[in-house]
Nanobody, 112 residues
Framework: QVQLVESGGGLVQAGGSLRLSCAAS????????LGWFRQAPGKEREFVAA????????YYADSVKGRFTISRDNAKKTVYLQMNTLKPEDTAVYYC?????WGQGTQVTVSS
């Protein structure tokens, strides 16, 4: 079964950048999407970005378009989320998702 481990979160000032990584192990990634979601305190988990493993098509939430970029490294079975021009409202726990699997989450905090 696929297991997902996120890394790369941290504290950054508004306008700064972070790169999150999601490493997949224990299974074969095929035609599903591998995506990033986030959950801020007191809010529901929301979609951020996704990439289809089979054809590299990418999808973004409107709130992050033009600022975040999702990419993948096939050989490492790793997906990245490059986050630029971060805003305080991007503060959340970021989760990696593949099919019905979720990672443990990584905290991103953006100070104003």
């Amino acid at each position: 079964q696929v297991q997902l481990v996120e890394s790369g979160g941290g504290l950054v000032q508004a306008g700064g950048s972070l790169r999150l990584s999601c490493a997949a192990s224990g299974g074969t990634l095929s035609s599903y999407m591998l995506g990033w979601f986030r959950q801020a305190p007191g809010k529901e988990r929301e979609f951020v970005a996704a990439i289809r493993w089979s054809d590299d098509n990418t999808y973004y939430a409107d709130s992050v378009k033009g600022r975040f970029t999702i990419s993948r490294d096939n050989a490492k079975k790793t997906v990245y989320l490059q986050m630029n021009t971060l805003k305080p409202e991007d503060t959340a726990v970021y989760y990696c998702n593949y099919a019905d699997k979720w990672g443990q989450g990584t905290q991103v905090t953006v100070s104003s």
